[in-house]
C-alpha cells in the first residue's frame, strides 16, 4: 500500500511565524505535491516536485516556499505565516515513469494549520 | 478557463442508488478521476476515465463522455460509510505539467 505521511495533524501557530510542513512517501514515487483545501473550494496546487531539488511553481505559490533534498521528502514552507494561510494543507504524490494512467496522485493524512 | 462543476452536497437513502455530476470545461483533457474524502481525512482515489463508456467497480461506477464535457460517478447499495465529499478532477494538457483541476466536491449524505 501507498503510504504518505505528513509531520502533523493539527498545527496553530502566530502571525509572523515561520512554519514547516513535512510530508514523506514510501513508493519511490517521483511528483510530489503541496494543496491547500478551503471550504467551498477544489484543491489548489501550490507547489510541485518531479525530482530531488526541482521544484514548479502551482496555481497559489505566494507566500510559500519548498524543498525536496531527496527523494522521499517534500517540505513546504510558510515563510512568515498570516491569518489567510489558515487552511487545510495535503501532501500528495505519484508516479512519473508510468505514463498518465499511472500518475493517479496519492495524498497524506493532512495537516490543518490555523495562523491566530 | 478552467471550471468544473459538481452539485454542493446531495442526500440519498441507505440502500438506494445515487448519481453524482461533474461537467468541467478545460483547456485540455487528459483524463478524469473521482475521489472519496471523508470528515477530517485524505482523499482516496476511487477511478480514473480517460475513454468515454462506463468504468464499472464494485458498487462504484464512473461514466466520462468526452464530448459533452460530462462525467458522473454512480454509486449503489449506498451504506452509511458512503457518507463522504466526492472530489471530481481533470488532468490538463502537457503544457500544463499535466495538472489536476478539481472541482470543489459533493457532500453526499446518507440518511437511514
Given amino acids: ?116 | 478557463g478552467q471550471n468544473i462543476d459538481q452539485p454542493t452536497e446531495m442526500t440519498a437513502t441507505e440502500g438506494a442508488i445515487v448519481q453524482i455530476n461533474c461537467t468541467y470545461q478545460t483547456s485540455g483533457f487528459n483524463g478524469l478521476f473521482w475521489y472519496q474524502q471523508h470528515a477530517g481525512e485524505a482523499p482516496t482515489f476511487l477511478s480514473y476515465n480517460v475513454l468515454d463508456g462506463l468504468e464499472e467497480k464494485g458498487r462504484f461506477s464512473s461514466f466520462l463522455s468526452r464530448s459533452k464535457g460530462y462525467s458522473y460517478l454512480l454509486l449503489k447499495e449506498l451504506q452509511m460509510k458512503d457518507s463522504a465529499s466526492y472530489l471530481c478532477a481533470v488532468r490538463g494538457p502537457m503544457d500544463s505539467n499535466y495538472q489536476l483541476i478539481w472541482g470543489a466536491g459533493t457532500k453526499l449524505i446518507i440518511k437511514p
Avoid at chain 1, 23 to 34: A, G, I, L, P, S
Wanted: include cysteine.
Fill in chain 1, 1 to 116: 500500500d501507498v503510504k504518505v505521511t505528513q509531520s502533523s495533524r493539527y498545527l496553530v501557530k502566530r502571525t509572523g511565524e515561520k512554519v514547516f510542513l513535512e510530508c514523506v512517501q514510501d513508493m519511490d514515487h517521483e511528483n510530489m505535491f503541496w494543496y491547500r483545501q478551503d471550504p467551498g473550494l477544489g484543491l489548489r496546487l501550490i507547489y510541485f516536485s518531479y525530482d530531488v531539488k526541482m521544484k514548479e511553481k502551482g496555481d497559489i505559490p505566494e507566500g510559500y516556499s519548498v524543498s525536496r533534498e531527496k527523494k522521499e521528502r517534500f517540505s513546504l514552507i510558510l515563510e512568515s505565516a498570516s491569518t489567510n494561510q489558515t487552511s487545510m494543507y495535503l501532501c500528495a504524490s505519484s508516479f512519473v515513469s508510468r505514463g498518465l494512467a499511472g500518475q493517479t496522485q496519492y495524498f497524506g493524512p493532512g495537516t490543518r494549520l490555523l495562523v491566530l
